[in-house]
């Protein structure tokens, strides 16, 4: 079955902390997303990564850091510098074979205690 | 001026009508024109894109694009409960190949 998986479904984070997103595609897509999304407004690029070891900020990378060691992995950390948390965190591959279209896990949602 | 405009919505619609959903853009280096599906809670899932200026169609779904005037639109014939989503805009620039979203319109079809 190939798909994004992203976990966990929800995560808590409390203030000062460190918290890690998971994300996996068994897709071979070179490319790999984080997106944020907020009620009322479209997805928001955090970084995004084109091949393995390389990664690229987006849009809102403020307080967040990625990795990129795997092809199949892209981990996103939002760190404590990070002020406004809570959001619907979206993961996104693509391949670069002429079909750019990029495809979405089911998202975790980040609350913060 | 923002880079994507996307008419905000709600729609509420009955059953079997027709919806119609528009996004106008800016940027001329859109290159591919995409709609996604997202349900509550749920990542979006591509349902349709298109390169060229013209009308596309996939079953019950017909994707609209004007590059001249910078809008495209998503139409869904027969409207179904299960449409009932909010449908996101999508648009890859040439340069960079990065996505820019609309905001999305929530829409809901009433049985």
């Known amino acids: 079955d190939g798909g994004i998986t992203q976990s966990p479904k929800y995560l808590f984070r409390k203030e000062g902390q460190n918290v890690t997103l998971s994300c996996e595609q068994n897709?071979?897509?070179?490319?790999m997303y984080w997106y944020r999304q907020d009620p009322g407004q479209g997805l928001r690029l955090i970084y995004y990564?084109?091949?393995?070891?390389?990664?690229q900020k987006g849009d809102i990378a403020e307080g967040y850091s990625v990795s990129r060691e795997k092809k199949e992995s892209f981990p996103l950390t939002v760190t404590s510098a990070q002020k406004n948390p809570t959001a619907f965190y979206l993961c996104?591959?693509?391949?670069?074979?002429?079909?750019?279209?990029?495809?979405f896990g089911p998202g975790t949602r980040l609350l913060v205690l | 001026q923002k880079e994507v405009e996307q008419d905000p919505g709600p729609l509420s619609v009955p059953e079997g009508a027709i919806v119609s959903l528009n996004c106008t853009y800016s940027?001329?280096?859109?290159?591919?024109f995409m709609w996604y599906r997202q349900y509550s809670r749920k990542g979006p899932e591509l349902l349709m894109y298109?390169?060229?200026?013209g009308n596309k169609e996939d079953g019950r779904f017909t994707a609209q694009v004007d590059k001249s005037s910078k809008y495209i639109s998503l139409f869904i014939r027969d409207s179904q409960p299960s449409d009932s989503a909010t449908y996101l805009c999508?648009?890859?620039?040439?340069?960079?190949?990065?996505?820019?979203f609309g905001a999305g319109t929530t829409v809901t079809v009433r049985a």
């Open positions: 999508a648009f890859l620039r040439s340069n960079d190949y990065k996505l820019s």
């Open positions: 990564s084109q091949i393995v070891n390389d990664f």
């Open positions: 897709l071979n897509h070179d490319a």
């Open positions: 298109t390169y060229s200026s």
């Open positions: 940027n001329s280096a859109f290159q591919y």
């Open positions: 996104a591959s693509s391949s670069w074979t002429g079909d750019e279209t990029q495809y």
